[in-house]
């Protein structure tokens, strides 16, 4: 019996890995023990969506809070030498400047990131970061590695303490590392890995590339396709249009179209765009009978006040996205009915507007006509924190390429590009294709068997 042992210290690794064909093909093999290790509060509802008898849940000791980790974390994502990185951190010090208070604490903290910045340019810098970083000691994981004995660890995000920490503890060990990418930002953005595994996982070779540049890994890499995606190219857990229109309160002799809210970064943007979408439609400027399925983004997910205010005020849909295990900020989850109901909201939208996520990606698989929010709103916010600013990110500039997207950049251009896409399904169709490539790489619904096999292969 192997036991390999991970992290889920993110709720989308659960999706991505625990709920697609990539852990059922792992334990077919029969000789494979699966050891996870848990946030506590949420270790019960673990156990019991995941009985398998391979599966053992432990606790997951809380490092991503010492003064040690939120120090290195902070010279870590300072350091990441891409527009991106520095996009964020001056978006960032305007919004802050903005606050007295907080003025004199944003000038010093924009100029220390801002030296970082420039720093991390250099090889030598970002090699030293990760050398300091190496010194420290491990005892929480220590004692874990050491009650079981595993034979590879496995390390499914590479952007949190926990993982380089556990990182750390397994090579003072010995022990073989296998580490994952979590999406397609994380190189521009969220690490330089810290602690490089002995192999990696990626999505796809551009993000070798980056591994290669940004990350200075030398190891042996694995391209694997996005594991979480495989059931949209297989079209599994969907049921038909009118059943799906029934279940969320939908008319079905309407058109539906999708509006998935991005994150963090643009929600004070997005519910102007509700307004005006909302006019468009009741002035009759949007041709088609059409109703809005409203997705809010899963990390910020609205309360029940939020939601009934949303369908009062403009009567969308609304459904929650996700699964909440208890009322904390990460307290949420993908269950079966939340990934079920995603893949049918795709799938019978006619039309899904977005403004920065990979709800890009995500739809254009179901090759449907996608239009961005590229303007704030009834606002008129200076470039740094405007809408404007979220195709010239690195990862975003790359789908911008494929032509596959109508950017509006007024309120008369959203409701042009609805209308166009709504009469001509197949406008930009070529342009999604290429996006869909560009940004999976595979498209035959294996990508999850490519990830269990590199861990048998590391094993």
């Not at 000791?61 to 010279?75: G, M």
């Not at 520095?86 to 030296?115: C, N, P, V, W």
């Not at 009567?315 to 109901?341: M, R, S, Y």
Request: hydrophobic share 40%; net charge positive.
């Amino acid at each position: 019996m192997k036991t390999v042992l991970a992290n889920i210290s993110n709720s989308f690794f659960v999706r991505n890995f625990l709920r697609s064909d990539a852990s059922k093909i792992l334990l077919e093999n029969g000789n494979i023990h699966l050891v996870l290790l848990s946030p506590k509060n949420k270790i019960d509802y673990y156990r019991k969506e995941f009985p398998d008898k391979l599966i053992s849940f432990d606790v997951l000791p809380d490092v991503r809070n010492s003064k040690i980790e939120r120090f290195f974390k902070f010279l870590e994502t300072a350091s990441i030498h891409t527009k991106t990185s520095y996009m964020l951190t001056k978006s960032q010090y305007l919004r802050r400047t903005g606050l007295k208070r907080a003025r004199a604490l944003s000038y010093i903290d924009f100029f220390e990131r801002y030296i970082l910045w420039h720093l991390g340019r250099f090889h030598f810098w970002r090699s030293m970061i990760r050398r300091a970083y190496s010194f420290f000691k491990n005892d929480e994981f220590r004692k874990i590695l050491d009650i079981y004995n595993p034979d590879l660890v496995f390390l499914p995000s590479m952007i949190y303490s926990e993982d380089y920490v556990l990182a750390r503890a397994a090579k003072k060990k010995k022990i073989k590392t296998l580490g994952m990418t979590l999406s397609w930002d994380n190189f521009y953005s969220k690490t330089l890995l810290m602690v490089p595994p002995d192999q990696l996982i990626v999505h796809t070779d551009q993000i070798v590339e980056q591994a290669k540049k940004l990350g200075d890994f030398r190891g042996k890499i694995h391209v694997t396709g996005i594991p979480q995606y495989d059931i949209y190219f297989k079209r599994q857990n969907l049921m038909p249009r009118g059943e799906f229109f029934e279940k969320i309160g939908a008319d079905s002799s309407k058109k539906l179209l999708l509006y998935a809210f991005s994150g963090k970064s643009g929600l004070n943007i997005e519910f102007s765009v509700l307004e005006i979408l909302y006019r468009a439609i009741k002035d009759k400027k949007i041709k088609d009978d059409v109703q809005v399925l409203l997705r809010p983004y899963p990390r910020y997910d609205f309360p029940k006040e939020k939601f009934d205010e949303l369908k009062e005020k403009y009567k969308f849909l609304i459904v929650q996205p996700v699964f909440h295990t208890g009322e904390g900020k990460g307290d949420w989850e993908f269950n079966e009915d939340a990934v079920e109901l995603l893949a049918n909201s795709l799938a019978h939208s006619d039309l899904v507007i977005n403004m920065y996520s990979t709800f890009f990606i995500e739809a254009a698989i179901f090759d449907k006509p996608l239009v961005a929010i590229g303007f704030d709103g009834e606002k008129n916010f200076e470039y740094w924190n405007s809408a404007v600013r979220f195709f010239d990110w690195e990862h975003l500039a790359q789908i911008g390429k494929t032509n596959g997207i109508a950017r509006a950049k007024n309120p008369d251009q959203l409701s042009e590009f609805i209308n166009r896409c709504l009469s001509d399904p197949q406008w930009l169709g070529e342009g999604r294709r290429e996006l869909v490539l560009q940004q999976c790489q595979f498209t035959d619904g294996k990508s999850g068997e490519r990830l269990a096999k590199t861990i048998l292969g590391a094993l």
